[in-house]
């Protein structure tokens, strides 16, 4: 499994800002995907999550309503659309994958490298 971010970059707020993520090796049926952030001086928090088990996708409270969270396992690739940008969602925002059919406690083992997206 290999994963790698795309897609940063600086927005002014209340504006949006899209990020990829190349998910290879990464089944859609065998794994959990999500996005993690961490922000200056902050510990690293999930963002949002799709299980492979199926069901809805899972949402920070923070980030409900504003960000939506999507897979295309046809070109191996996860998106985070982030719309509505705060000040306080600058952070290194990270994609993640483990194979899991879990639906909690999801020790996600696969990271890419981090793209910085910053608000102002």
């Known amino acids: 499994v290999q994963l790698v971010e795309s897609g940063g970059g600086s927005v002014e707020a209340g504006g949006s800002l899209n990020v990829s993520c190349v998910a290879s090796?990464?089944?859609?049926?065998?794994?959990?995907i999500g996005w993690f952030r961490q922000g200056p001086g902050n510990e690293r928090e999930g963002v949002a999550s799709i299980y492979a088990g199926g069901g809805s996708p899972v949402y920070a409270d923070s980030v409900k309503g504003r960000f939506t969270i999507s897979r295309d396992n046809a070109k191996n690739m996860m998106y985070l659309e982030m719309s509505g940008l705060k000040s306080e969602d600058t952070a290194l925002y990270y994609c993640?994958?483990?194979?899991?059919?879990?639906?909690?406690?999801?020790?996600?083992?696969?990271w890419g490298q981090g793209t910085q997206v910053t608000v102002s």
């Open positions: 993640a994958a483990e194979r899991s059919s879990a639906y909690e406690g999801i020790n996600f083992g696969y």
């Open positions: 090796g990464v089944t859609r049926n065998a794994y959990c």
